[in-house]
Every structure is written in structure tokens, then in C-alpha cells.
């Protein structure tokens, strides 16, 4: 099984054809787009892009002769008493972009608790919502699968969240993006813990690492078991993309910076993770 590899190319540069240059230049064929600036234009989040927008990120793909793996939206990372209309507004937005940009995955999330809140007890919002961005995915973009991303302080931060999430839905539409440095930043060991419950929904893999004392790191440089976990996902033939979101430089809560060198290094390395498990 070969894996394709993709990465986030707003973790580079601003500068979408920049973006891409570099990314292709590092040997990576396929872009999660997440935020993007078009020469002349203003930087934006891909839940906020105009149909010219997406006429633009078109063509400086088809120019760099690469590819979009998933959009990057940001759609169930917000409070769940946040009004729902707005981030399915912006979500019809990132299946125009699925569909335009011919992805085959838009990344969700599952929500936060209001303030002071506890999430698990809005569980019923959470899964209203979460069938409800399915049930539009199903009807408006055939074929995009939604990848529910799990991570920390949101419904989906455990594996036990996910998998209520993903059963409850229980939709073809409805996979997840298994990132196992977001599980390490919680406690949870990703191969031991996360992987026997969720493998069997994984779409694909976001790919950072952190050490013991969760600073992020190159992948296989930390204790988030890159080796066991991709030898073990390639012997059962599962996911389809790599996606590099190495978080180098600075990590928030809604994107991080790797730099063009660092971006090399955390390539570099997940080429290492990937000769040794051949």
C-alpha cells in the first residue's frame, strides 16, 4: 500500500502559488487547503473564499500540476451555543470548494462546550449537528467525504468521543482524520489506546508529533508511535492521504507555522517513519 502525501501548505507561506511551489519542491503532490492568499488578494480561511477565489486556487493548481487532498475547513470548531446557522453557511461554502477544487474530503469537527461548560452534556446538539452537515454533504457533494478531525477541549477530543460521534451518525458520508499528536496532547496514547477503537473509520492521517513534554516535533521524533501506527494502518490497507501538519513554529488553537525549512525537516522525517516500516 502506498500512501499519498499531502501537507498544509499555509504552514509555508501565505502566498497560495508560493505554497505550492515549495510543496512540490519538497515532492508532495496533493494540498490541504486551509487559508490561502492570491496574489493581490487578502489572506482568508477557505470557509470564507468567493467563487472567483476558488476560479483562482483552480487554476494555480492545474499551473503547479498538483492536487487537493481535503479542505482544511474549520466547520464544528466552534462553541456549540454559537448560533448553528453560521457554520453551516460556511460549510456549504467548503463543499463549493470540495467540489470546484474536486476534493475528496472536507475536515469537521465536533464542538466546544459553551463557556464553563461541559461538552459530553450537549451531546444531543452535537450529534443533531453533526447528522445534519452529513445529510447536507450526502445531498449537495456526492462523492466529498467529511473527516472528523478529533482534538482537544471539543466533543471528539477522546477516542471514545469519536466513536460515539462516528457510530452514532453511523454514515458513509462521515469518516475521520485520525491525528495521533492531538491525542498524545491529551493523554491518550495514540496506538494503544486510539487506534483499536477508531481504525476502522479512519479516512487518513494528519501528520505532527510531540515529545513527553508536548512541544511539537517532526514526526517520529515524539511519543506518538509513527511506526507502529502507519506499519499497522498499512498492513490493513487503511487511509489514503499523509496530510504534514507539523506545527513547528507556533501552534494555536485554529493553525500553526512550520516555515519552509522546518517544513523540509518535518518532510524529511516522515520519509524516515516511512523507509522504516518498508
Aim: net charge negative; aromatic share 8%.
Amino acid at each position: 500500500m502506498v500512501w499519498q502525501i499531502s501537507g498544509f501548505g499555509d504552514e509555508i507561506t501565505d502566498i497560495f502559488p508560493d505554497q505550492l511551489r515549495l510543496m512540490a519542491g519538497l515532492g508532495i503532490p496533493f494540498i490541504e487547503v486551509r487559508q490561502f492568499q492570491l496574489p493581490g488578494g487578502d489572506k482568508k480561511v477557505i470557509v470564507d473564499a468567493t467563487s472567483q477565489d476558488l476560479d483562482g486556487i483552480a487554476a494555480a493548481l492545474a499551473d503547479a500540476g498538483m492536487k487537493c487532498s481535503a479542505i482544511g475547513s474549520p466547520v464544528g470548531k466552534s462553541r456549540i451555543d454559537d448560533p448553528f446557522e453560521i457554520d453551516l453557511e460556511r460549510f456549504r461554502v467548503a463543499l463549493s470548494a470540495a467540489r470546484r477544487l474536486d476534493a475528496p474530503y472536507v475536515r469537521i469537527f465536533s464542538y466546544y462546550p459553551p463557556e464553563g461548560g461541559d461538552i459530553r452534556a450537549h451531546r444531543d446538539e452535537v450529534m443533531r449537528r453533526l447528522r445534519k452537515l452529513s445529510d447536507v454533504a450526502r445531498d449537495d457533494a456526492p462523492g466529498v467525504t467529511l473527516a472528523l478531525e478529533n482534538e482537544s477541549g471539543l466533543y471528539g477530543e477522546t477516542p471514545e468521543g469519536c466513536l460515539d460521534a462516528l457510530q452514532t451518525i453511523n454514515s458513509p458520508i462521515l469518516g475521520m482524520a485520525f491525528d495521533a499528536c492531538n491525542f498524545v496532547v491529551v493523554d491518550v496514547d495514540p496506538f494503544a489506546e486510539a487506534w483499536p477503537l477508531l481504525k476502522d473509520h479512519v479516512r487518513y492521517f494528519h501528520v505532527k508529533d510531540a515529545n513527553a513534554d508536548k512541544e511539537m516535533v517532526p514526526a517520529g521524533r515524539g511519543v506518538a508511535n509513527w511506526e507502529a501506527l502507519l506499519k499497522a494502518a498499512r498492513a490493513e490497507e487503511i487511509g489514503d492521504y499523509l496530510s504534514l501538519e507539523p506545527h513547528l513554529k507556533i501552534r494555536t488553537s485554529s493553525y500553526g507555522v512550520t516555515g519552509p525549512e522546518l517544513f523540509r525537516v518535518a518532510k524529511e522525517c516522515l520519509d524516515e517513519v516511512l523507509r522504516n516500516i518498508a
